[in-house]
């Protein structure tokens, strides 16, 4: 199985402060990872769909990056709607696996 | 409007079975993949299943945790998708949820329901 590995799994930031995470995958899964935001009691929300492509709908402060085996997720200026945990997901091969997930507090 | 509605969840003895169903409208059901990801309590995600689109013959994969307990089936007539749970045990505690592949083999989920919880205890 392919692991994914988020790092930081908690961060503290302010409202306007830039905000990376990054997730390292065991092998290369080419650009076939999407992140989510999730809320608490709320089903996960698609931000990023292969690697770098921005989901409708979702602001532009949210940009993704990277390609083989390490990505980035941005928020160029954290919002307070922003407050949530983040995942990424690798879309290449069976079985689809997640990250341990990012919470991004209130500092 | 693309909305998913899942139902079924419930509190089940361990070894019991139960049926989940996630209620799909506002777009062409049989043209898209759709998976099962589950949460435990105040754990991460966990990908369950999917079963594929018409296209692909409906075909399923699963995680080695559920495989040969767990069956995804669909009806498009009814635009549903159905997880079948038998054998359940205790780590199978989780919300469950119904999420749409985006389109094609690498989809991302696009669109999610709002979870049933599913509690095995005694």
């Known amino acids: 199985d392919i692991q994914m590995t988020q790092s930081p799994s908690t961060l503290s930031a302010s409202v306007g402060d830039r905000v990376t995470i990054t997730c390292r995958a065991s092998?290369?899964?080419?650009?076939?990872l999407a992140w989510y935001q999730q809320k608490p009691g709320k089903a996960p929300n698609l931000l990023i769909y292969k690697a770098s492509n921005l989901e409708s709908g979702v602001p532009s402060r949210f940009s993704g990056s990277g390609s083989g085996t390490e990505f980035t997720l941005t928020i160029s200026s954290l919002q307070p709607d922003d407050f949530a945990t983040y995942y990424c997901q690798q879309c290449s091969t069976y079985p689809l696996t997640f990250g341990g997930g990012t919470k991004v507090g209130i500092k | 409007e693309v909305q998913l509605v899942e139902s079924g969840g419930g509190l089940v003895q361990p070894g019991g079975s139960l049926r989940l169903s996630c209620a799909a409208s506002g777009f062409t059901f049989s043209d898209h993949y759709m998976d099962w990801v589950r949460q435990a309590p105040g754990k991460g995600l966990e990908w369950v299943g999917r079963s594929r689109n018409k296209a692909e013959s409906y075909t399923t994969k699963y995680a080695a945790s559920v495989e040969g307990r767990f069956t995804i089936s669909r009806d498009d007539s009814k635009k549903s998708l159905y997880l079948q749970m038998n054998s359940l045990k205790t780590e199978d505690t989780a919300v469950y949820f119904c999420?749409?592949?985006?389109?094609?083999?690498?989809?991302?989920?696009?669109?999610w329901g709002q979870g049933t919880l599913v509690t095995v205890s005694s």
């Open positions: 999420a749409r592949g985006q389109g094609g083999s690498y989809s991302s989920f696009d669109y």
């Open positions: 092998q290369s899964i080419s650009s076939w």
